[in-house]
């Protein structure tokens, strides 16, 4: 099993849906977990970090579940722009400086 | 500010050269992450230093990659000699020890992409 799970997609959406990722992970010791939205040939960029109570950036809005080990990630009113790879990402065993990214997400958004 | 720099962009060599690229992490940025990415993967780690220390290159195939972060900053790292296998996107990222919340937040750069023919 990997160690952060993702499913790869792709996520055909109209514009102004709704949208949701999950990303299961394996070690129960992770700390840190973030969303990372990657363009075509782009390098990864930081969308969001994950807290333990949830939290919310305009459209986007991320939960944890530690009890179940997964991480989601919700798009609300999806814009054309919104189109792109989504990797989460999770600290590895022994260093919560150490990422481990699923394999992403890719979502494209319909006009 | 600036982010986090790297060259050269792109990158096509014959398999068997050597081939080493370079980054510049973003200023006051103590940590610093070498990455491969392979097309439809998520970014694998090579190896991360904490200033000019190599605190993890478990992942970093010894016998043909090689990094080095002389002054805490700048780092370069290079492949010798390089096969088929090791076409992909490299990444450097930096992150910064604040202590906060956001202790471990990581910024990449543009990334590398190598081809070996």
């Known amino acids: 099993r990997k160690e952060v799970e993702q499913d790869p997609g792709p996520f055909n959406v109209p514009e102004g849906a709704t949208v949701a990722f999950n990303c299961t992970y394996s070690n129960s010791a992770s700390q840190s977990f973030f969303w990372y939205r990657q363009d075509c040939r782009k390098e990864p960029k930081l969308l969001m970090s994950?807290?333990?109570s949830g939290n919310e950036d305009g459209r986007f809005t991320a939960q944890l579940n530690r009890a179940s080990q997964y991480i989601s990630l919700l798009i609300r009113d999806s814009k054309l722009s919104d189109s792109a790879t989504y990797l989460c990402?999770?600290?590895?065993?022994?260093?919560?400086?150490?990422?481990?990214f699923g394999s992403g997400t890719q979502l494209t958004v319909l006009p | 500010e600036a982010g986090v720099v790297q060259s050269p962009r792109y990158k096509i060599i014959e398999k068997k050269q050597p081939v080493a690229f370079w980054c510049n992490p973003i200023s006051g940025h103590n940590t610093l992450y070498w990455y491969r990415q392979n097309l439809g993967q998520g970014p694998e780690l090579l190896i991360r230093y904490e200033n000019e220390e190599a605190v993890d290159d478990s992942q970093l195939p010894k016998d043909r990659f090689s990094a080095e972060r002389l002054k805490g900053v700048d780092s370069t790292l290079k492949i010798q000699p390089a096969e088929l296998g090791d076409s992909a996107v490299y990444l450097c990222?930096?992150?910064?020890?604040?202590?906060?919340?956001?202790?471990?937040?990581?910024?990449f750069g543009p990334g590398t992409r190598l081809t070996v023919t």
């Open positions: 994950v807290y333990s």
């Open positions: 990402a999770v600290t590895a065993s022994g260093s919560a400086r150490q990422l481990t």
């Open positions: 990222a930096s992150s910064f020890r604040s202590g906060g919340p956001n202790t471990y937040e990581q910024y």
